[in-house]
């Protein structure tokens, strides 16, 4: 039975270089993206370098959870199994936007898009893990140390800035692979996230605000998407040390996060949360 990995964002950066290593490790390699004429550009290009041409493309707009939800049903549908989900794709906006959901458009794309993929698409990982562990990866940042969660405001109405967005969404990602570590411990489905380093990519492009500075003044002095991919890349195909899930790692390693990024016991807030939220605006529509 063959490999198959899902990457959302793959049609450039960081989430094009995690595909390709994914298909030079021997996976199957479904590329999530919104923009058909991207994806296809990317997957000629992954074809091209890695001579392998077992790729299919997926087009979802993550911004919407009713999209996510058909998108999921499709693949369950298409696909027997899942042995990688890398949740990669990322938004950083400097001004205040609410997704088709009513939600603000970062913490709806960067954390509300991965916790309804990741569990849509539980019944394809548990499949998957049968043989051998499956994994989910989450790439958050080192960002999220200065976040946190705005439980009474989680839209930042009225108090919105972007990088307080940017970081709340990552300060959420970790979080919700702890969680996840943990309800699911019996499922043989690893869960991490990592900081993949500040890599030279497009992302914050044209944006303002702290990140949106930082990324325009020194991409000069940032890592490459290829040295950006390893550490997703490590937490999807190599042997990890013990604990093997429910970690946070940084340049292939575990480090420490942000004390509430560690707390088990307010992992479920957040999860709960953005639960509510989902089922929310699923049943509106």
């Not at 990317?42 to 993550?62: E, Y």
């Not at 709806?108 to 049968?130: C, D, F, I, M, Y």
């Not at 562990?133 to 989450?138: K, Q, T």
Request: with cysteine.
């Amino acid at each position: 039975m063959s490999k198959i990995a899902a990457v959302t964002g793959a049609n450039s950066g960081i989430g094009k270089e995690i595909a390709r290593g994914l298909l030079e490790a021997g996976y199957d390699v479904l590329m999530l993206c919104r923009n058909p004429l991207k994806a296809e550009a990317a997957k000629t290009w992954l074809t091209h370098v890695t001579g392998r041409s077992n790729i299919d493309i997926v087009i979802v707009d993550l911004s919407s959870l009713k999209d996510i939800v058909r998108v999921s049903q499709d693949l369950t549908e298409q696909y027997s199994h899942l042995n990688v989900l890398v949740n990669n794709a990322g938004l950083y906006t400097n001004h205040y936007q609410e997704s088709e959901d009513g939600y603000e458009l970062t913490f709806a794309v960067n954390h509300l898009a991965v916790q309804l993929l990741t569990q849509q698409l539980l019944p394809l990982l548990e499949v998957g893990s049968k043989s051998e562990a499956a994994r989910v990866v989450n790439v958050a940042s080192e960002a999220h140390r200065r976040g946190k969660i705005n439980w009474s405001n989680i839209n930042l109405k009225g108090a919105y800035g972007s990088m307080a967005a940017y970081s709340q969404s990552k300060m959420a990602n970790i979080l919700h692979s702890l969680h996840c570590s943990k309800a699911f411990k019996a499922h043989n489905i690893l869960f991490n996230a990592c900081h993949p380093g500040v890599v030279a990519t497009n992302f914050a492009s044209g944006e303002g605000g702290a990140l949106g500075v930082l990324f325009k003044l020194f991409k000069w002095a940032m890592i490459s998407p290829e040295k950006g991919a390893q550490t997703p890349l490590f937490l999807s195909i190599e042997p990890l040390p013990e604990p093997n899930t429910g970690r946070y790692y940084d340049k292939c390693k575990p480090k420490r996060p942000k004390a509430l990024a560690s707390d088990e016991d307010a992992a479920s807030r957040p999860f709960a949360l953005s639960d509510q939220l989902i089922q929310d605006a699923l049943k509106a529509n």
